[in-house]
């Protein structure tokens, strides 16, 4: 089944504890991405991804970091967490992001709680 | 910069009745828009993409139409049912690298 995966699903932790989001798609895709979703603001892009080894910022960059060192995963890094940073996560993929007939696929969702 | 807005944030009505969701958008230069579907807390399922060239596209009971020279989508919910009750997103793409989606609506049905 094509899918977009992400784990762990809910995580609540400290300020200051570094933690790793991942996601992984099995599409073959060469674009994914991470956004963040908050009440009232919506969807927010984190940092993409056009390709192995080519990664860009997005709208919230700040207080993240990515990877992308294989084709089939994206993880999200938070190096040191803070509050402000609690938030629904989604990682998202398509196949190039620049065709008419691109779709984007989502993750299910990461819920990040920090205390 | 797009921006995408839609309307209204938020629609209740009783089982049964057709309704529509806007979605418009500033810039009209696009590769596709996206119709997306959130139930709460959980993730995004994609309903409909319509290209820059096709004027609508079809899914059992949705319809979504695309204007790109005015910046307007709608999604058509025929004969609607309590089980459509979620969030309905409008996403943009661009070609800048990002989708740019709109607040969503709030949909509820009652039986």
């Known amino acids: 089944e094509a899918q977009v995966t992400q784990n762990p699903r809910y995580l609540i932790t400290v300020t200051g504890k570094k933690l790793t989001v991942t996601c992984s798609q099995n599409m073959n895709h060469e674009y994914m991405s991470w956004y963040r979703q908050d009440p009232g603001l919506g969807l927010r892009q984190i940092y993409y991804?056009?390709?192995?080894?080519?990664?860009d910022k997005g709208d919230v960059p700040e207080g993240y970091k990515v990877s992308r060192k294989e084709k089939r995963n994206f993880p999200l890094i938070l190096e040191s967490p803070s509050p402000n940073q609690t938030s629904l996560y989604f990682c998202a993929s398509s196949l190039y992001m620049r065709l008419t007939t691109d779709t984007q696929y989502f993750g299910p969702g990461t819920r990040l709680t920090v205390l | 910069k797009q921006e995408v807005t839609q309307i209204p944030a938020a629609l209740s009505v009783p089982e049964g009745e057709n309704l529509v969701l806007n979605c418009s958008f500033t810039d009209s230069a696009i590769y596709n828009l996206q119709w997306f579907r959130q139930d709460p807390g959980k993730g995004l399922t994609s309903l409909l993409l319509i290209q820059s060239s096709q004027r609508e596209q079809t899914s059992g009971r949705l319809n979504a139409s695309l204007d790109k020279s005015s910046g307007r989508s709608t999604l058509y919910i025929a004969a609607s049912q309590p089980g459509d009750s979620a969030t309905y997103l409008c996403?943009?793409?661009?070609?800048?690298?990002?989708?740019?989606f709109g607040k969503g609506t709030m949909l509820l049905v009652s039986p």
């Open positions: 991804s056009m390709n192995v080894e080519v990664t």
């Open positions: 996403a943009v793409n661009s070609g800048y690298s990002t989708l740019t």
